[in-house]
């Protein structure tokens, strides 16, 4: 295969280091090499110098395949995009030969706990969740995020470039979600958007029903999840009316030099719970079988929630039904194990289902360490049916637009954040290699702990 | 011979036998347990890949591999056209705790080798259909990893709707699991008992095989002196016996396969010294995903891993893991399983296998040898099972696209030259289950 990557990337990650991952000795070479890099740094997120990716097939998931085509990007941005032949190149980019090579928009993970968890067994180490009730709108995964946490160039490696980081689903109502790049300097940097969603759980595994009738505790059932959700938007509804009140009178004594009324006091609860009880913010509605969805769902139009849906793995029989929402559905994951009477393919081709029936479909890892293996699942989806170019929808344009962030990703499109994936194949591949990640147009250095750990011991 | 009783299918192969063997001057009457897979790219595991390579099966056994095969004469033969399609060897999975009813682990003691997991074998799980929906064929249900000594384990051929005992391997070698680390310094720590560290564990496994060296000296002399046939001999009493001695003296007779459930390197260097300090042999080590670091000593001591893909960072001890283990383990001269521990991956050991490719740059036979021949040889049935070699149980995997991919999976799968399941068939695509039963 001709192309520069096996020499440019290694270069790419030894030049423009600007994520550091882990402190690690430092060999002198690259000492020095950090030490110039001070005095010509700029600050992170600002791409240099253009960068043009040419004679590469180009996977642009909103208009089709190009063979042999040409990326351009600049001050973060994709600037051109098309046939190698038709796009101009800057004269002061630096080009690099992609031959052989795919290039496709950066992946998007519709949901994992990247940030949120290093080692699973250690639980100083997990901020999982809040179990101590199962109505917590205030906690903000935002909050808790980790930018350092040594998964996330692990995932990034991969091609994954963007991510929701959800709270763990023990509760009804978690908290909410963060939407994050998989590179920055900061928390602040990474974390693109907060409190975009929020979920909304309805499976029954958050029944506090464990160890018998005498360990019980409120709610051990779905009647009282079910009450207790509605008890927590009424509450929130009556809060809303206190503002209202409180903000007409506040007018009012401004307005008539009368003394200022009490502000009520501030209910954080239902504070979290208003721009969703607005239609402001989209809930994300997990339920698996279909008892519980319709439960949910009408739960959530109770209260006019404007919500995606989520996993639905048992819900085959009411796929109809699913469609007739007219809402998205992040799908899966589709390894859940199917129920005993089911055949041993219900769940792997639940996507192909779905989209059958016009619902547009998105995938999750559900994870945190495995988040790299994202495009597999999608992969495997094609081998129950599902078109292949649906499946690349799946983790890129489609979770770009649930997210309410197609504007700058999920395709190589002009305008689009330049988040660009190199590989040597088929990104929906096992045995493909990702060889280069582009981040708002700067190269991703293409190491983790793994590959540190690797080249020391190999 | 799909719908064929057992009993009767028996009878059948035993009349052929007899009239092939009165009627070999005349043509042979055609034998309705002969299958002739046809067309196929036939990936053998052990010796290359035949581009467009025919399989005989007489009697559920491999009866040729070839470009061509000689077919028997007669209308009878079963043909199975695979053109396009790819046939492996049945998976194997040489780590599983599937179909134990939830008795993975009996963890009231830190040693329980007289367990046996055949005991808890739950030959109706669906999990053995799921699994071999996935192309599996054989796997090793082994005792969880709780104790530092566990249980026997028992291995199972995934003939979904066959009977317990059909399901059983015939005659496959035994195996006993040990585990180290984390699990049982957890399960016993946890409870103010010994094992809480490691150093408790290994005192712990110390103790145990020190005891069991004494009842085999006691045994031996015993069986001595009778030997000796002298006056002393019909006075000899036989010891007292004891099932979890008896156990542990098999491993050191080496008459038990030890199979070691271990993360981290110095673990692992530990058990091989206490191997030589007892004088018995390990066989594999499971997980193992620190093997990178000392492959030099595993390849030495001729110690197998089973190991995972790319799974890592859910404990601690598995936070140095890395995807190129499998890859730098095996060129430095190990054997590789990948392995599914799982009820999940046993579905799709074909992926896992895949990524060897990827990480690392195994060859395509390299990667498949990982979930098969390689898994056989750590189950101690290489010579039955694992490749397509003349001679070995026709345990088969047609597959509808290149299966060191995400995107082939399994058409039909065939144990002992039967057809197990069928992915075109309605319902489950089982041959034998029947929804309902």
């Given amino acids: 295969m001709k192309n520069q990557f096996s020499v440019l990337g290694s270069q790419f990650s030894a030049i423009k280091s600007v994520w550091s991952g882990r402190p690690r000795p430092l060999p002198l070479i690259l000492i020095l090499v950090l030490l110039l890099l001070l005095i010509l740094s700029t600050p992170a997120f600002t791409q240099s110098q253009p960068i043009a990716l040419k004679n590469a097939k180009l996977l642009t998931v909103t208009h089709g395949v190009i063979e042999n085509g040409t990326v351009v990007m600049q001050g973060g941005k994709i600037t051109a995009v098309g046939a190698a032949a038709s796009v101009t190149i800057p004269a002061n980019a630096q080009q690099i030969d992609a031959t052989g090579m795919t290039i496709y928009p950066g992946l998007i993970d519709s949901e994992t706990a990247l940030g949120l968890t290093e080692i699973g067994a250690e639980n100083m180490t997990n901020d999982l969740v809040e179990m101590s009730d199962e109505i917590m709108p205030h906690m903000h995964t935002a909050e808790a995020f980790h930018a350092e946490s040594a998964l996330i160039p692990v995932a990034r490696i991969n091609g994954i470039t963007n991510a929701i980081v959800a709270p763990a689903s023990s509760d009804t109502l978690p908290g909410q979600d963060s939407f994050i790049q998989l590179a920055?300097?900061?928390?602040?940097?990474?974390?693109?958007?907060?409190?975009?969603?929020?979920?909304?759980?309805?499976?029954?595994?958050?029944?506090?029903?464990?160890?018998?009738?005498?360990?019980?505790?409120?709610?051990?059932?779905?009647?009282?999840?079910?009450?207790?959700?509605r008890?927590?938007?009424?509450?929130?509804?009556?809060?809303?009316?206190?503002?209202?009140?409180?903000?007409?009178?506040?007018?009012?004594?401004?307005?008539?030099?009368?003394?200022?009324?009490?502000?009520?006091?501030?209910?954080?609860?239902?504070?979290?719970?208003l721009p969703y009880l607005e239609g402001k913010k989209t809930i994300v509605l997990a339920a698996e079988s279909p008892s519980d969805l319709q439960t949910a769902v009408s739960l959530a139009n109770e209260f006019k929630l404007k919500f995606v849906l989520?996993?639905?793995?048992?819900?085959?029989?009411?796929?109809?039904?699913?469609?007739?929402?007219?809402?998205?559905?992040?799908?899966?994951?589709?390894?859940?194990?199917?129920?005993?009477?089911?055949?041993?393919?219900?769940?792997?081709?639940?996507?192909?289902?779905?989209?059958?029936?016009?619902?547009?479909?998105?995938?999750?890892?559900?994870?945190?360490?495995?988040?790299?293996?994202?495009?597999?699942?999608?992969?495997?989806?094609?081998?129950?049916?599902?078109?292949?170019?649906?499946?690349?929808?799946?983790?890129?344009?489609?979770?770009?637009?649930?997210?309410?962030?197609?504007?700058?990703?999920?395709?190589?499109?002009?305008?689009?954040?330049?988040?660009?994936?190199?590989?040597?194949?088929?990104?929906?591949?096992?045995?493909?290699?990702?060889?280069?990640?582009?981040?708002?147009?700067?190269?991703?250095?293409?190491?983790?702990?793994?590959?540190?750990?690797?080249?020391?011991?190999? | 011979?799909?719908?064929?009783?057992?009993?009767?299918?028996?009878?059948?192969?035993?009349?052929?036998?007899?009239?092939?063997?009165?009627?070999?001057?005349?043509?042979?009457?055609?034998?309705?347990?002969?299958?002739?897979?046809?067309?196929?790219?036939?990936?053998?595991?052990?010796?290359?890949?035949?581009?467009?390579?025919?399989?005989?099966?007489?009697?559920?056994?491999?009866?040729?591999?070839?470009?061509?095969?000689?077919?028997?004469?007669?209308?009878?033969?079963?043909?199975?056209?695979?053109?396009?399609?790819?046939?492996?060897?049945?998976?194997?999975?040489?780590?599983?705790?599937?179909?134990?009813?939830?008795?993975?682990?009996?963890?009231?003691?830190?040693?329980?080798?007289?367990?046996?997991?055949?005991?808890?074998?739950?030959?109706?799980?669906?999990?053995?259909?799921?699994?071999?929906?996935?192309?599996?064929?054989?796997s090793l249900l082994l005792h969880g990893s709780a104790n530092m000594i566990g249980g026997q384990a028992v291995v199972i051929k995934h003939k979904y709707g066959a009977t317990r005992d059909e399901m059983l391997f015939p005659n496959a070698p035994r195996s006993i699991k040990f585990a180290s680390g984390e699990n049982p310094k957890r399960v016993y720590g946890g409870r103010d008992q010994l094992?809480?560290?490691?150093?408790?564990?290994?005192?712990?496994?110390?103790?145990?095989?020190?005891?069991?060296?004494?009842?085999?000296?006691?045994?031996?002399?015993?069986?001595?002196?009778?030997?000796?046939?002298?006056?002393?001999?019909?006075?000899?009493?036989?010891?007292?016996?004891?099932l979890k001695l008896e156990a542990l003296a098999d491993v050191l007779r080496g008459k038990l396969m030890v199979q070691i459930h271990i993360y981290r390197a110095d673990e692992m260097l530990t058990e091989i010294a206490m191997a030589k300090e007892f004088g018995y042999k390990i066989r594999a080590f499971h997980h193992a995903l620190e093997a990178y670091k000392v492959a030099d000593q595993l390849a030495a001591n001729n110690i197998a891993i089973a190991t995972f893909s790319d799974w890592w960072g859910y404990k601690q001890e598995a936070w140095d893991a890395i995807p190129w283990n499998a890859v730098i383990a095996m060129r430095k001269g190990v054997r590789v399983a990948i392995k599914s521990d799982s009820?999940?991956?046993?579905?799709?050991?074909?992926?896992?296998?895949?990524?060897?490719?990827?990480?690392?740059?195994?060859?395509?036979?390299?990667?498949?040898?990982?979930?098969?021949?390689?898994?056989?040889?750590?189950?101690g049935v290489d010579d039955r099972v694992g490749s397509i070699e003349v001679g070995k149980d026709a345990d088969l995997v047609i597959w509808d696209g290149y299966p060191l991919s995400n995107d082939g999976v399994p058409e039909k799968v065939l144990i002992d030259g039967e057809i197990y399941f069928d992915r075109q068939q309605q319902g489950l695509g089982t041959t034998h289950y029947k929804e309902g039963e």
């Fill in chain 1, 184 to 229: 920055g300097s900061n928390a602040t940097e990474m974390l693109l958007l907060r409190d975009n969603a929020m979920p909304l759980n309805f499976t029954g595994d958050e029944r506090r029903n464990r160890g018998g009738f005498e360990k019980q505790k409120f709610p051990a059932t779905r009647m009282g999840l079910a009450a207790q959700l």
């Fill in chain 1, 231 to 273: 008890q927590a938007f009424i509450d929130a509804q009556d809060y809303k009316a206190k503002l209202t009140d409180y903000g007409r009178k506040k007018a009012d004594a401004a307005q008539n030099k009368k003394p200022e009324p009490l502000a009520p006091k501030r209910d954080l609860k239902s504070e979290a719970l």
């Fill in chain 1, 310 to 458: 989520n996993h639905i793995a048992h819900s085959q029989p009411v796929l109809d039904y699913v469609a007739s929402l007219k809402v998205p559905v992040i799908v899966g994951p589709i390894y859940e194990a199917p129920k005993d009477d089911e055949r041993y393919d219900a769940v792997y081709s639940l996507p192909a289902q779905l989209h059958k029936r016009g619902v547009k479909i998105v995938f999750a890892s559900y994870d945190a360490h495995n988040v790299r293996n994202l495009p597999y699942q999608a992969g495997f989806a094609t081998a129950f049916g599902l078109p292949y170019d649906e499946a690349l929808k799946a983790i890129t344009l489609n979770a770009a637009e649930i997210w309410g962030v197609a504007d700058q990703l999920g395709s190589l499109d002009i305008g689009k954040t330049a988040n660009v994936v190199v590989a040597n194949g088929d990104p929906l591949d096992v045995k493909t290699d990702v060889k280069q990640v582009f981040i708002q147009g700067q190269s991703v250095p293409m190491t983790d702990r793994q590959t540190v750990l690797r080249d020391e011991y190999k």
């Fill in chain 2, 1 to 138: 011979m799909r719908f064929m009783s057992k009993k009767k299918y028996a009878l059948l192969c035993l009349c052929l036998t007899i009239t092939t063997a009165l009627s070999s001057a005349q043509s042979a009457p055609a034998a309705s347990n002969d299958i002739i897979i046809r067309n196929a790219i036939v990936m053998t595991a052990t010796r290359g890949t035949i581009p467009n390579g025919s399989v005989w099966i007489h009697d559920g056994k491999i009866q040729a591999v070839g470009e061509t095969v000689n077919a028997p004469p007669g209308p009878k033969v079963t043909f199975i056209d695979a053109a396009g399609k790819y046939l492996t060897p049945g998976i194997i999975d040489s780590h599983s705790h599937i179909a134990l009813n939830d008795d993975v682990n009996e963890a009231t003691s830190p040693v329980t080798p007289q367990m046996m997991m055949k005991d808890a074998f739950d030959y109706q799980d669906k999990a053995i259909y799921r699994a071999l929906a996935g192309g599996v064929t054989t």
């Fill in chain 2, 195 to 242: 094992p809480s560290t490691r150093m408790g564990n290994f005192a712990v496994q110390r103790q145990a095989l020190v005891e069991a060296q004494d009842y085999m000296r006691e045994w031996d002399s015993y069986h001595e002196k009778v030997k000796r046939n002298d006056k002393d001999s019909k006075d000899a009493t036989p010891p007292k016996r004891d």
């Fill in chain 2, 343 to 379: 009820e999940d991956f046993n579905r799709r050991l074909n992926q896992e296998a895949a990524k060897a490719i990827r990480y690392g740059g195994a060859t395509e036979e390299e990667a498949l040898k990982m979930i098969t021949i390689n898994p056989a040889w750590i189950v």
